[in-house]
């Protein structure tokens, strides 16, 4: 399977813990996308990588929330301190930048519940 | 500010009929544009796309249209069929911010047998 893979697929915390999530992206796929999904929303938009440079991060990425993608291959994403209000589904997808094409690949996401 | 909208929050159809579902855009800066299908529990998995410089693009059943002047985009599925009943998400992007997607709150499509 060469689509892209997210791991663990549920994560349920206590308010006050740190999380990580991985996302391993399609392997010739040079960008890489985290996004946050709540109920009855489109994803929203958090920070995207061109192989290892972090390139732009959006103002819902929070101080308690850091992303790593330390060879341009697979990323992970932390939060710090969860609160309930981080509950929801964060997705990572990739493409591939300079084709023409620019449609992004998702992968199943991981379900975070604080609690 | 929701610079993508889909004012419809769900559809329903029979199945054979045309699905014809609708998106609206404030930026002009947006020079492409997806068409996003999503199951529950699963991740958004991508149907069709449009770059800026055209108004038509088909694959299949499935066809998008572009209106730059409306800021108006549709995704239409004919025939429809029960196994398209998902919820579909409308997105854009602009090469300039790395492709980056904005996307709208989605349409449920229904298709009853």
């Known amino acids: 399977d060469t689509g892209v893979s997210q791991d663990p697929r549920h994560k349920i915390t206590k308010r006050g813990q740190n999380v990580t999530f991985r996302c391993d992206p399609i392997s010739e796929h040079n960008r890489l996308y985290w996004y946050r999904q709540t109920l009855g929303q489109g994803p929203e938009f958090l920070t995207y990588f061109q192989n290892e440079a972090q390139l732009e991060k959006s103002r819902l990425l929070s101080d308690r929330f850091s992303a790593e993608r330390p060879k341009g291959s697979f990323s992970t994403l932390e939060i710090q301190r969860t609160e309930q209000g981080d509950s929801a589904m964060y997705l990572c997808?990739?493409?591939?930048?300079?084709?023409?094409?620019?449609?992004?690949?998702f992968g199943q996401g991981t379900r975070l519940t604080v609690v | 500010d929701q610079q993508v909208k889909q004012n419809s929050p769900s559809l329903s159809v029979q199945e054979g009929r045309i699905s014809i579902l609708n998106c609206d855009y404030t930026n002009s800066m947006f020079d492409y544009f997806l068409w996003y299908k999503k199951y529950p529990a699963e991740g958004p998995t991508f149907l069709i796309s449009?770059?800026?410089?055209?108004d038509k693009n088909e694959d299949g059943r499935f066809t998008v249209f572009l209106n730059k002047s409306a800021k108006h985009l549709s995704l239409h599925i004919v025939p429809s069929q029960p196994g398209d009943s998902a919820v579909y998400f409308c997105a854009a992007s602009e090469e300039t911010s790395g492709s980056r997607l904005t996307f709208g709150e989605g349409t449920q499509l229904t298709v009853n047998p």
């Open positions: 997808a990739s493409s591939h930048a300079g084709t023409g094409k620019t449609e992004a690949f």
């Open positions: 449009i770059s800026s410089i055209k």
